[in-house]
């Protein structure tokens, strides 16, 4: 295949594996029987799509981006809010910010990037937040990244355990050595220096990943996308019916802070975003509804 032809290829599986985990999520939303919020309406996602016109206007950071996406936003009964977003966009990074990318000096700051991007804030403080991604970027170069973690509010010794197993197993598929490497980048990049504290419990990590050719590296990056749906739904069902207490709820909104300040001060993500022109809601659909600080 040419450069193109894998572009579209990876394209169109981030494309559908943003409509399979929208039809999961919103079957969970179905699926609720217990809980403080069982009587409300099972939530549906708000497909927003967006675009940015062709040109060679830089925008405020020196970057030119072209291309668009689909913001797909759910706020229901489990999930209190929810995004899977969807982009597919290219152009030219500003000279500053080619320094940062492998490859883009090389081709006068030259881009492609398509993935996915997923974070859920959930309505029980006993249901663990989720962020995933997977993602390919082009330069004068081309390598996937993403991963996935978990941050739960209250740690369950089977939730963390089922995490990693399925991780490990999609990881031990193409190398052994890809869970210990991927889950020790996740703890060292998913930590707050100024609290010292992680995010979370975890999970993989992997950028820049070109290592044994682009078939199989696609298909680890497939796999990771697919375990991720096989795993977190199940997590979500084990405890999403239970009732909460309002001290329980409390400590949710000021764990989120930390979601907040990580995404904010440390995300490469949103620098990435932000620095290329990128649609601002759907950088920051990250965030979580409602927050508090102590």
């Given at each position: 295949m040419t450069l193109d032809e894998k572009?579209?290829?990876?394209?169109?599986?981030?494309?559908d594996l943003q409509a399979r985990i929208c039809g999961a999520f919103e079957t969970l939303e179905d699926q609720l029987a217990g809980g403080p919020k069982a009587d409300l309406p099972a939530g549906r996602f708000e497909k927003s799509p967006w675009e940015r016109p062709q040109g060679?206007?830089?925008?405020?950071?020196?970057?030119?981006?072209?291309?668009?996406?689909?913001?797909?936003?759910?706020r229901g009964r489990v999930f209190e809010k929810?995004?899977?977003?969807?982009?597919?966009?290219?152009?030219?990074?500003?000279?500053?910010?080619?320094?940062?990318?492998?490859?883009?000096?090389?081709?006068?700051?030259?881009?492609?990037?398509?993935?996915?991007s997923l974070?859920?804030?959930?309505?029980?403080?006993?249901?663990?937040?989720?962020?995933?991604?997977?993602?390919?970027?082009?330069?004068?170069?081309?390598?996937?990244?993403?991963?996935?973690?978990?941050?739960?509010?209250?740690?369950?010794?089977?939730?963390?355990?089922?995490?990693?197993?399925?991780?490990?197993?999609?990881?031990?598929?193409?190398?052994?050595?890809?869970?210990?490497?991927?889950?020790?980048?996740?703890?060292?990049?998913?930590?707050?220096?100024?609290?010292?504290?992680?995010?979370?419990?975890g999970g993989i990590f992997y950028d820049y990943l070109d290592r044994k050719g682009w078939d199989?590296?696609?298909?680890?990056?497939?796999?990771v996308g697919e375990v991720f749906l096989s795993v977190y739904p199940q997590i979500v069902g084990r405890a999403m019916n239970a009732d909460w207490t309002d001290e329980e709820r409390e400590y949710q909104l000021v764990r989120r802070g930390r979601y907040v300040e990580f995404n904010l001060l440390y995300d490469r993500g949103t620098e990435f975003g932000l620095k290329t022109g990128?649609?601002?809601?759907?950088?920051?659909?990250?965030?979580?509804?409602?927050?508090?600080w102590p």
């Open positions: 572009k579209e290829k990876a394209a169109a599986w981030f494309r060679d206007t830089p925008n405020t950071s020196g970057s030119v981006l072209q291309g668009g996406g689909t913001m797909c936003v759910m929810v995004g899977v977003n969807f982009s597919k966009v290219y152009g030219t990074f500003s000279e500053e910010f080619a320094k940062k990318i492998p490859g883009a000096s090389e081709n006068g700051g030259a881009f492609w990037a398509c993935g996915i974070v859920a804030h959930m309505q029980s403080p006993l249901v663990p937040a989720v962020h995933m991604n997977t993602r390919m970027i082009a330069t004068s170069k081309a390598w996937f990244g993403g991963g996935a973690d978990l941050t739960p509010m209250f740690e369950r010794a089977e939730d963390t355990s089922d995490f990693h197993a399925a991780f490990k197993g999609a990881c031990d598929k193409h190398d052994p050595d890809y869970y210990p490497e991927f889950k020790d980048w996740c703890d060292r990049y998913f930590y707050l220096p100024h609290r010292g504290e992680p995010r979370g419990i199989d590296d696609f298909a680890f990056t497939r796999d990128g649609n601002a809601e759907a950088i920051l659909m990250s965030m979580p509804p409602v927050v508090k």
